[in-house]
Each structure stands twice: as C-alpha cells, then as structure tokens.
C-alpha cells in the first residue's frame, strides 16, 4: 500500500538558519503531495501541496518540489523562525480525500 | 463559520466504558473522516464518510462505530474502551483540494 517516510526528529535549528526535512513516499499511482503543519494544542492546517510531477508548493517562505523520479516532496525554507516550532507532517492522497501521513518531525527553534 | 468543531476536548475513561467522540462542520463538505494520532506514527485513518448514509472503514477501524446521518455531523463511537485506544483524536472534513482539521479530542483509557 501507499506509504509516507520522512526524516525523524527532533530537528534543533537556531533562528534564521536553513530548514530541510525530507520526506519521501511509496504510490501505485500519481498521489496528490502535502505538508501540514501543527503547532503546539492545535489541529493539522495544510502547509502547502502539489498535485503533479515537478510542480513546486510553497506558503510562509515554506517549499517543496514533487520529485517523480525520486518520489520526494522535501520541505524547505531559508529562514527559520522561532514561530516555525511545530511538528511537520508530509502526506499523500491517491483518491482526493484519503490521506496517508508519514510519523511527522518536531522542529525546534531556540532565538 | 467555525469550521471544524470537536466535543470533548479531554477525556478519560475507564477500561470496557462507552464513549462517543462528537464532530460538527459547517462548511457542507460530503467528505469527512476519523484519524488516530500516536508517537511516531502519524496520523492513521479510522473511518470516513463520503455522505450522508455512508461511511467506509480506514486503516485501523477495529474497537469504533460511525455513522452519518447528517452532512454536518460525524460522531465515533468506542464500544468498549481499551487502554490501546489511549490517543488523540481528529476529525476532518474536505474536498478534493483540501482537508480541514478539527483541533482534537486527547482521550486517555485507564
């Protein structure tokens, strides 16, 4: 079945340093991509997405490209902030609605 | 438009209890589902919705009951609680395009 792997944490970066967290994923077809986002208490809110080979999602100065080739859909951003602490989850979605989420990482970032 | 409601925030019950996890949305989306949070496994699907009258079971739907008789509501219940249930609870309802998340129910079975 589909399945979702991405990096484990914690992830500790000081502010304004270089954010990567990769995620990669196993399809039988063309899955829709996604990263969502929780911060601290609260529910998941959908970061950013994409829905087809080399199209690249981005929001908040967060991106990620969907890499067909090497089924990646890695997170990146070029300057984190303390308000970025959150736990980051990477999905697909092969039927529209159904999401499959990989374990989710914890990024941390001290001031 | 409140989005996606969850009632209670907090629970704890006690092994074999009955309990009925509540889930509203306003949104008038077909589309709603169950996940189950737990350490180092992300969120993984219990049940879903694609109307009113009909639900489908997810990846890990044992020990929980849905039904939909309302598009606006999704309840879940547990029959008979295990301490293996101990999680955090979310429901979602969307679209196509995307999927809004309620902000969680942490129930704990003792």
């Known amino acids: 079945g589909d399945s979702v792997t991405q990096m484990e944490g914690p992830v500790t970066l000081s502010e304004e340093a270089f954010l990567t967290i990769n995620c990669t994923y196993t399809a039988t077809g063309y899955p829709s991509l996604f990263w969502y986002v929780q911060y601290p208490g609260e529910g998941l809110q959908l970061l950013l997405k994409a829905t087809k080979a080399d199209d690249k999602g981005s929001n908040k100065g967060f991106e990620a490209t969907y890499r067909k080739e090497t089924t990646s859909f890695h997170l990146e951003k070029g300057s984190v902030q303390v308000s970025d602490s959150a736990v980051y989850f990477c999905a697909l979605s092969e039927a529209g609605n159904k999401l499959v989420f990989g374990a989710g990482t914890i990024l941390r970032v001290k001031s | 438009n409140a989005g996606v409601t969850q009632t209670p925030k907090f629970q704890v019950l006690k092994t074999g209890q009955s309990m009925t996890l509540q889930c509203a949305q306003d949104?008038?989306?077909?589309?709603m589902s169950w996940y189950r949070q737990d350490p180092g496994m992300g969120l993984r699907l219990i049940h879903y919705s694609v109307g009113a009258g009909i639900t489908d079971q997810g990846e890990v739907p044992n020990g929980y009951n849905v039904s939909r008789s309302t598009t606006e509501d999704f309840p879940l219940r547990l029959l008979s609680a295990a301490p293996s249930q101990t999680s955090v609870y979310f429901c979602?309802?969307?679209?196509?395009?995307?999927?809004?998340f309620g902000p969680g129910t942490r129930l704990t079975v003792t």
């Open positions: 979602a309802s969307g679209d196509s395009y995307e999927q809004y």
């Open positions: 949104m008038n989306h077909e589309y």
